[in-house]
């Protein structure tokens, strides 16, 4: 056996990203005042460094057990393990006597669930939590939970955390000690929401289902462009699934928070992204992502969710600091408007629109385009010597500016909503993940006929979404276009019915209608379908076809005319025969057909 041994030669260049980010803008803010004085037991390790670096997953749950079993107030919980054998921990801030899920679930105090570290390397918000929780314990802040509940998970994807490394990501300003993006898997959760393949995102969905929070907040740090916002947040538009939600944090949520952000020197803003991918010159583009995101999911399911993105030009302690009020002041605003919230709640989840969008499109293309004041950074377009391209260079002066500002939410491929869905039992693996979303199922006993439509595919590609043949979050996606046909079809015992007369109607929709993107279809589910598994050999065919043009004119002249307007047809024995093949009786009547049924 021959031994490989691999010489590296080419030098690695151990040159710090650190030297070459934009100008850093000196800050100072009133929220430097958090800040634990060094002999303060109860410090934090990012505290401690000056917010140099961030504490290990060991040490971060280390102090969290201890902290939790020095207050009556905190309580530490698992939620699951990851592949590596992690636990993920949330930690429950509470003055109820009874903290079970059940109990917050039926508590009249609202419920807000934090989660940091979905992204591991964006590790603002577990040094902000991991203060606050602190000072509800021990400082001045423990009146933030008499009359709200808060859920705080320090750290989602727990093995990425433990990927550490100074050179994790080039774009931001600290921590020293990174993780990485993706899971153990290379999966990205934060695009697993309606697949869910990974751990993480399943006890996630747990907690939702389990606890019900009234608000759900998923802490990332943004890089792209530069800006003199800090902290950037995203709750989408009152065009939603969740109109009423929206409405709310745009009245409500959002002037108490950027108040109380300015007012601790902090900039606040909407999530922001350039139009021409370079800088602001064609306006900002409020993007819309599709449900396997946290936010978009939560906006379908009817359950008030926001996506905070700090900036990651800005210091790491200004992010945790930011993050910090943020959270403080999500708690404070509960406290005073959550039964606003609840109501706008209720409505959202009744609300049976009859017919759902599948996307949402742009307004990229609209001659009636808002603008916005810009808090911007200047900047300028060089022309680069290494690759003769033009790139943006960030000069570091604040100016301000207005900017086009393009919306994202214009309903595309609607799709009336059915009773209900039928999904025969042979679909095990996507059953088990509607019941794991928290979609009421109904599954029957006994074998049942039922009038259905059914989705015939007529056209299809494999291919993700650049339109390459290569896997995209592990599978290779699928795109079809459809016919409708009417089918009796009988369910075997043990297929399930899926009402879309519940609050996650509309959840149910979009993971099971063909042409949403991020349905189970889509996501490539059902690759079996495209495969035939019968045939019929040409000595039977032949001679079968030959009678068949005998007795049917009709057939004849579709025959000639399919030859004479496709000549790769024309020629193609197989091709022909299979035609023939495909007007019979043993055709298989399952081929292309893709499975689940839509009750009207
Ligand atoms: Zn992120």
Redesign the pocket.
Known sequence: MKKIVLLFFVPFFQLSSQTFLPPIIEWHGKSESLIANPNNPWITSAEKSNFETTPSYDETFDWCKKLCNSSPLLTLVAIGKSLEGRTIYMIIASEEKNITASALKNSNKPLFLAQAGI?SG?IDGKDAGMMLLRDIAFGAKKELVNKVNFLFIPILSVDAHERSSVFNRPNQRGPKNMGWRTNAQNLNL?RDYTKLDTKEIRAVIKVINDYNPWLYMDI??TDGADYQYDITYDFGSEKSYSPMITKWFSDTFKPAIDTDLKINGHIPGFYLNTANEMDFSKGNISFKGSPRFSNEYGELRHLPSILIENHSLKPYKQRVLGTYILLESTLKILAKEGNLLKQRIETDKAARPYQVPMSWNSEENSTNVDSMQFLAIESKILKSSVTNADYVQWTGKPITTRIANYSHNIPADLIARPKGYWIPASCEDVIERLKLHGIETKTIPFEQEVEVEMYRITDYKFENESHKLQPFEGHIQVTAKTNLEVHKQVFAAGSVYISTDQPLGDLAMLLLEPSSKDSFFSWGFFYSIFQRTEYIEAYVMEPMAKKMLEDSPELKIEFERKKESDKTFANDQNAILTWFYSKTKYYDERYLLYPIGREM
């Open positions: 992204h964006e934060n990332h740090v």
